[in-house]
């Protein structure tokens, strides 16, 4: 298993603001992933967080709107930028501990909700 | 077409019987499986991993994967009250996991 922080595990937020979404995990892991739970929905891969270079993202997310940072193989954010009630969200970050099996550890989610 | 597809229930059992999970994929491409247990207000857990057809069985679970019809499902025998959760399909394909809309499983005492 892997113990993997999130912070915040939850918020409320105002229309147009950011906020950035943190994640720890103790110990080093190549693969990292961002994923977003709609309320009463499955999970969607937002993108794969890359250590040193930039994220890969996935259809219908971008950079600009979900900016991430990898420094390092331990550690990841995701920003959520100019945010409108549509990103009411839960967004969870996860880790595969043995490269890219698809056997994903995840971290407890951060709730957004906007207002 | 949804990448993963499953029944999203809600799927009752009397406590005790088997419950059966259905899911279907799309892109033939996808070489494994899995199955994860969500509570709710919880993060997904990993429960079963499939890499070949056939049966594979961890205790009371049994993950069946059949790439020919493109078909994974999970078996829960003995069902208890505690296994009561939305269960998420999800196939490896690409280098990322792609997941189903889950199944909620209510299992009645």
């Known amino acids: 298993s892997a113990v993997i922080s999130q912070k915040p595990s939850r918020d409320i937020c105002q229309r147009g603001t950011s906020l950035t979404i943190q994640c720890q995990v103790d110990?080093?892991?190549?693969?990292m992933f961002w994923y977003r739970q709609q309320p009463g929905q499955s999970l969607t891969l937002i993108a794969t967080?890359?250590?040193?270079?930039?994220?890969?993202?996935e259809s219908g997310f971008v950079i600009d709107k979900f900016p991430i940072s990898r420094p390092n193989l331990t550690f990841s954010t995701l920003t959520v930028s100019n945010m409108s009630p549509e990103d009411s969200s839960i967004y969870l970050c996860?880790?595969?501990?043995?490269?890219?099996?698809?056997?994903?550890?995840f971290g407890e989610g951060s709730r957004l909700t906007v207002l | 077409q949804k990448e993963v597809e499953q029944n999203s229930g809600p799927l009752s059992v009397p406590e005790g019987a088997i419950a059966s999970l259905n899911c279907t994929y799309s892109?033939?491409?996808?070489?494994?499986f899995f199955w994860y247990r969500q509570y709710s207000g919880k993060s997904p857990e990993l429960i079963m991993s499939?890499?070949?057809?056939g049966d594979k069985e961890d205790g009371r679970f049994t993950a069946q994967l059949n790439k020919a019809s493109q078909y994974v499902s999970l078996l829960i025998r003995d069902s208890q009250p505690s296994d009561s959760a939305t269960y998420l399909c999800?196939?490896?394909?690409?280098?990322?996991?792609?997941f189903g809309q889950g199944t909620e499983l209510s299992v009645k005492p």
């Open positions: 499939i890499y070949s057809n």
């Open positions: 110990s080093q892991v190549t693969m």
């Open positions: 892109d033939r491409g996808s070489q494994s």
């Open positions: 996860s880790v595969d501990r043995s490269g890219n099996t698809g056997e994903l550890f």
């Open positions: 999800a196939a490896h394909q690409g280098g990322k996991l792609i």
């Open positions: 967080a890359n250590q040193g270079s930039e994220a890969t993202y």
